[in-house]
């Protein structure tokens, strides 16, 4: 049972375009979720969160946005750099239970910025 | 540093062998956290530990899997009697604290090979 779940494997944007990449979950005990990046032979770097008090979240170039009663978010990228190229997962932690202080990881989109 | 450090970075043993990974957390972060990322998969969670409280082991696959932590800081994850489906990618986190909406920060790894 894959509680989040990022359906595109990877995605491909000209530089200075916009990247919009996807996620869904399915446990509603989630309530903070995260959205991390990852070179080849790194670890995951955190890139931007968001409380599911909130609907949005900006940090320079990097938004995200919550859709609660959909069960989904996405992280857009305006405008993109082909720096940006990396994996970025989605991940979530709940305020209870069984998803309390972990994180449950989507299964990653590759983003490819072409210059 | 000020990052997550893990050593090695790679560890190439005969299945069978115990190994042992070692993590340094942020200096003042209480909560830290071990993952893997097998061949093509997401990041799986297996423990994690907040400050003095028992660590929640939900996510370990099997009993030859263990993990302690000393003094508050570094961790040791231990897998005793190694096997191939063992090998993947370990994955360090440290946060302020579990929960309260705080950031995980990932190490870079250490790659296992079980031969």
């Known amino acids: 049972d894959q509680q989040v779940k990022q359906n595109s494997p990877s995605l491909s944007v000209q530089e200075g375009r916009i990247s919009i990449l996807n996620c869904d979950y399915t446990?509603?005990?989630?309530?903070?979720f995260l959205w991390y990046k990852k070179y080849p032979a790194e670890g995951p770097t955190f890139l931007i969160s968001?409380?599911?008090?909130?609907d949005k979240n900006e940090d320079g170039r990097f938004t995200v946005f919550l859709n609660k009663s959909a069960k989904h978010l996405s992280l857009h990228i305006v405008p993109s750099q082909p720096g940006d190229s990396a994996v970025y997962f989605c991940a979530a932690s709940g305020a209870g239970g069984t998803s309390y202080g972990k994180l449950t990881f989507g299964q990653g989109t590759i983003l490819t910025v072409h210059p | 540093g000020a990052g997550v450090s893990q050593s090695p970075s790679n560890k190439v043993t005969e299945k069978g062998k115990d190994v042992e990974l070692r993590c340094d957390p942020i200096?003042?972060?209480?909560?830290l956290y071990w993952y893997r990322q097998s061949l093509g998969q997401g990041l799986e969670f297996l423990i994690y530990f907040q400050g003095n409280s028992a660590p929640d082991k939900s996510g370990l696959p099997s009993d030859r899997f263990s993990a302690e932590r000393t003094g508050g800081s570094v961790s040791t994850l231990t897998i005793q009697r190694t096997q191939q489906e063992d090998s993947a990618v370990y994955l360090c986190?440290?946060?302020?604290?579990?929960?309260?909406?705080?950031?995980?920060?990932f190490g870079d790894g250490t790659r296992l090979s079980i031969l």
């Open positions: 986190a440290s946060s302020r604290r579990t929960g309260g909406n705080q950031p995980q920060h």
């Open positions: 200096s003042g972060h209480t909560a």
């Open positions: 968001i409380s599911s008090i909130k």
């Open positions: 446990n509603s005990m989630f309530d903070y």
